[in-house]
T-cell receptor, first 113, second 112 residues
Framework: SQQGEEDPQALSIQEGENATMNCSYK?????LQWYRQNSGRGLVHLIL?????REKHSGRLRVTLDTSKKSSSLLITASRAADTASYFC?????????????FGTGTRLQVTL | NAGVTQTPKFQVLKTGQSMTLQCAQD?????MSWYRQDPGMGLRLIHY???????DQGEVPNGYNVSRSTTEDFPLRLLSAAPSQTSVYFC???????????FGPGTRLLVL
């Protein structure tokens, strides 16, 4: 069964606004990762946060992790039209391998001019 | 480096036919994985490999076989295609000691 559930399923914002998407998962994890998928393309890794970290930044991306609530959020600040894509969280479970990620259902982000 | 490559890009099969989806990577990554992506379902792991000669089942392995005879290649075989296997298939690789996956562009499969 799916490890991660994401909300919202879809998000539409205007350029310059911030976008926040959330991910919940079910079991203990080594790390949680966020990936981006442009329409019809493969996934691209954005950022990774380990289970002992609470917050991480990379450029316009900010990720938080709350292991007590088994949840994470991805914030994209000052969004651009080029940020339009689907965003997926993925977890690497405790005791698992790096080849075995469990993905959420994704959030479709639409950024309009 | 070409990264992770997948062939074909698109394939139409009839029910009962068999085929092999090819995946190759030129980054000397030890770990490789196959996922399928269905609308509203995210990606689900089919099979994965932690090195040449070593494979294991993921969440949805039924109807699929894999082998890993070399580090570079990780083909996915559909034994007898069914309409339920209509999906987009992604191959991914991870370097030894790494944690993030590098994805191929995907193969879109339609089973009639």
């Amino acid at each position: 069964s799916q490890q991660g559930e994401e909300d919202p399923q879809a998000l539409s914002i205007q350029e310059g606004e911030n976008a926040t998407m959330n991910c919940s998962y079910k079991t203990s994890i080594n790390n949680l990762q966020w990936y981006r998928q442009n329409s019809g393309r493969g996934l691209v890794h954005l950022i990774l946060i380990r289970s002992n970290e609470r917050e991480k930044h990379s450029g316009r991306l900010r990720v938080t992790l709350d292991t007590s609530k088994k949840s994470s959020s991805l914030l994209i600040t000052a969004s651009r039209a080029a940020d339009t894509a689907s965003y997926f969280c993925a977890t690497s479970q405790s005791g698992g391998t790096a080849s075995k990620l469990t993905f959420g259902t994704g959030t479709r982000l639409q950024v309009t001019l | 480096n070409a990264g992770v490559t997948q062939t074909p890009k698109f394939q139409v099969l009839k029910t009962g036919q068999s085929m092999t989806l090819q995946c190759a990577q030129d980054m000397n990554h030890e770990y490789m994985s196959w996922y399928r992506q269905d609308p509203g379902m995210g990606l689900r792991l089919i099979h994965y490999s932690v090195g040449a000669g070593i494979t294991d089942q993921g969440e949805v392995p039924n109807g699929y076989n894999v082998s890993r005879s070399t580090t570079e290649d990780f083909p996915l075989r559909l034994l007898s295609a069914a309409p339920s296997q209509t999906s987009v298939y992604f191959c991914a690789s991870t370097q030894t000691g790494g944690e993030t996956q590098y994805f191929g562009p995907g193969t879109r499969l339609l089973v009639l």
